[in-house]
């Protein structure tokens, strides 16, 4: 029997062996983990506040930039004439639709008019 005690003794020490961290003291163990806590709430104050100052800077960057988008009108990107259509189309709203001058000749305006039925064909694309 003393052979089975000893090898149950055996396997009880294996599991009862002391981790290599356990001798520092459960005092040290919490300093440790007041430190981490600490340096966590540092963290996410440090996030609170850059991202609070980014948003007092957002807000005069957005109207810079709403003023400035109002200041292109849509009109000036598009090189197409964007209505006003009259009753009976004159010469001058029709140059404005084809995109030449109200004195241009026949020649240019008929490539005009090519190039615009062209581009609004319904076969294309």
Same mark, same amino acid.
């Given at each position: 029997?003393?052979?089975?005690? +000893? ?9 009862? %062996? ?21 340096? #966590?709430?540092?963290?996410? +104050?440090?996030?609170?506040? +850059? ?13 810079? #930039? ?40 026949? +020649?240019? #305006?008929?490539?005009?008019? %090519?190039? #615009? ?9």
């Amino acid at each position: 029997m003393e052979g089975a005690a +000893a090898s149950e003794g055996l396997r009880y020490a294996e599991y009862a %062996r002391v981790p290599t961290g356990a001798g520092k003291g459960q005092a040290e163990l919490d300093r440790g983990l007041a430190r981490t806590t600490i340096a #966590i709430g540092l963290g996410v +104050a440090t996030v609170a506040f +850059a991202g609070r100052y980014a948003f007092h800077l957002w807000k005069p960057l957005e109207q810079a #930039i709403t003023e400035t988008a109002k200041r292109i009108s849509t009109s000036s990107l598009s090189s197409y004439y964007k209505g006003g259509f009259e009753q009976k189309m004159s010469r001058r709203e029709a140059s404005l639709i084809l995109g030449v001058s109200p004195s241009a000749g026949k +020649a240019k #305006i008929k490539t005009a008019h %090519r190039r #615009i039925m062209i581009l609004n064909h319904p076969d294309k694309g």
